[in-house]
């Protein structure tokens, strides 16, 4: 069985040193591939030498997180385009995208200062991936409908679009089906509290699943309050294979046959 975690921050692990530990339980788990998400330009180099030393296990993609853009995004962004040009190529750009929730709480002004600087680093990034026609990884929280329209704005191909973490519910899932983009979901499918995520994944559809872990974040039940790590897909996709009445196996095989499709792996 294979499973593929389609959104994963594996710098975390590497630079603590526990990454072959890691590694070792995601496939014991039977999570065999993972997608190492670039956030900013300190992690692109060092992820994309993880793929290369795990060839077939870890693949990576380069972009600037939101929450990462500052001043000198330009300077940043600038450098995405190289990583396409030589050695262990990335499978996607990202994640990029836009964040209001965690925007500066110390003034409007300087809040709108750095929403400011995601725009215009998200257009600039949105501009590279229409260039280069690879797929697109989007961080959107609390600016849904902005992101969407920037998205539209573009000419980028909706098909080559996921939404990772998907934390909204059915109306907007409506809006990304409508233009042929995917929801990727996480963890946060097994709480408690988050009918309006499962409800948009059944919207989507098994057919177009795809599942992440984002860790170290998003902790799945039943080991919620631990930091997180690729193996712990397993119980996501376990759950999501209940909603849809199928057998973990059946999941892992449609899962798997999409998230290659979509990032070409």
Known sequence: MTLIDTHTHLDGFSRAGSLDAVLVRAREAGVTEMVSIGTEGDDWALIRDLATTHPGVVHYSVGLHPCCVGENWAAEVAQIEAFWSDGEKPVALGECGLDRFHLPKDGMAKAERVFTWQ???????????????????????????????????????????????????????????????????????????????????????????????????????????????????????????????????????????????????
């Open 119 to 265: 725009r215009a680093a998200f257009k600039a990034q949105l501009v590279i991936a229409k260039r280069l026609g690879c797929p697109l990884v989007v961080h959107s929280r609390g600016a849904f409908v902005e992101s969407v329209a920037m998205i539209d704005a573009s000419g980028i191909d909706w098909t080559k679009v996921v939404f990772h973490c998907f934390s909204e519910g059915s109306v907007e899932m409506g809006e990304l089906l409508k233009r042929g983009a995917h929801g990727s979901f996480t963890g946060v499918l097994t709480y408690k509290n988050a009918e309006n995520v499962r409800a948009a994944m059944k919207i989507q559809g098994l057919g177009r699943l795809m599942l992440e872990t984002d860790a170290p974040y998003l902790t799945p039940v039943p080991h919620r309050g631990k930091p997180n790590e690729p193996a712990f897909m397993r119980h996501t996709a376990e759950y999501a294979a209940d909603m849809f009445g199928v057998g973990l196996a059946e999941l892992a095989e449609v899962t798997t046959k999409t998230a290659r499709a979509f990032f070409g792996i």
